[in-house]
């Protein structure tokens, strides 16, 4: 029996050494809180870039060892409540929008922030069509609002 | 056939009033095209670039078959919108394409979607959709111009 021969036995034994059938098994039984945790750690991931972090820094901040924060970068996470809740404070970021799978989850400043813009973009619409408003005066009173200098040859766009 | 955009940007179309009103006919018989044809058409607009932003605004009113005394029966239409362009690098342009661009286009696009507008309400109405016919642009422009002189 040659190497490759071996190994495929191996691989194909009812008890591997490699594990990779257990890996597998608790894959597929912790399919959701994987997607969860390899969500969580893209995200901490970003807030760690955006501040400028390293890991062991975010360790030293929440009082945890380097070993656990690596864990969690690497999506083998498994979060307590009270440790979201220290993540989102010393990060600044909000993680429950995150988790929330197949559900329209918004914070109290992305609410805030979407009604101002839909504040703001009424007051522009409303400008615009006080603008409208003006022109309308102008045409409806005796002087004429544009002066249209016309050449007797352009004949160009006859009708409209 | 790819298309290439004209310089001329319409940045906003905004419908202020449209007010469409029938009126019952007294006959049984008529023809719908002959009667729409008969219609008289009344067009007025005014024009403001601004120098700062660039832009232009156009407000244009439209009122068909509006005659205070005896309009002819079914619609009574009237339809004002107002329109905002912009003219893309407008150094780059001849003053002749450009004076196109502003007078004729703007007024040729505000006509249009205001005619579009016309034809969705009238369609829902007892004698269907009201086309409002070709409009002489040129002529338009040149009442303007002589209603300018005037003043």
């Known amino acids: 029996m040659n190497k490759t021969e071996e190994k495929i036995k191996a691989l194909a034994s009812e008890n591997p050494a490699s594990k990779w059938k257990e ?14 945790a390899a969500k969580v750690a893209l995200r901490l991931l970003d807030a760690l870039e955006e501040k400028g ?13 380097p070993q656990q924060v690596s864990k969690w970068v690497k999506g083998e996470g498994d979060f307590k409540f009270s440790t979201i809740d220290k993540l989102e404070k010393v990060l600044g970021i909000t993680m429950h929008a995150i988790l929330a799978e197949d559900e329209f989850v918004t914070t109290e400043e992305a609410f ?10 009424y007051h522009q619409r409303r400008a615009q ?26 004949l160009i766009a006859m009708a409209g | 056939m790819k298309a290439k955009f ?3 940007q319409l ?15 007294k006959d049984d018989e008529f023809d719908v095209k002959e009667l729409f044809h008969s219609y008289s058409v009344d067009i007025d607009f005014g024009l403001k670039e601004d120098i700062g932003t660039k832009e232009i605004k156009l407000f244009t009113f439209i009122a068909i078959n509006a005659e205070e005394e005896n ?22 342009l001849e003053e002749n394409l450009k004076n196109n661009l502003t007078q004729f286009s703007t007024l040729n696009m505000m006509i249009n979607n205001l005619r579009n507008i016309i034809y969705q309400i009238t369609n829902l109405g007892p004698m269907g959709g009201y086309l409002l016919p070709p409009i002489d642009i040129t002529q338009l422009l040149r009442d303007k111009a002589g209603e300018g002189d005037k003043n």
Not at chain 1, 134 to 148: C, F, G, H, T, W
Not at chain 2, 11 to 25: A, G, N, Q, R, T
């Open chain 2, 71 to 92: 309009p002819l029966p079914g619609y009574k239409i009237v339809v004002e919108g107002g329109g905002t362009f912009r003219i893309q690098n407008p150094e780059a």
């Open chain 1, 53 to 65: 972090w390293s890991q062991a820094r975010l360790a030293r901040e929440l009082e945890v060892t």
């Open chain 1, 23 to 36: 890996k597998v098994a608790f894959r597929k039984a912790n399919k959701a809180t994987l997607r969860q």
């Open chain 2, 11 to 25: 940045l906003d179309f905004k419908l202020l009033e449209s007010h469409v009103e029938f009126i019952v006919p």
């Open chain 1, 129 to 154: 069509t006080e603008e409208y408003y003006k022109l309308k005066n102008q045409v409806s009173s005796s002087k004429a609002v544009m002066a249209v200098s016309h050449a007797d040859g352009d």
């Open chain 2, 6 to 8: 004209s310089p001329l």
């Open chain 1, 112 to 121: 805030e922030e979407r009604l101002k813009e839909e504040i703001m973009a």
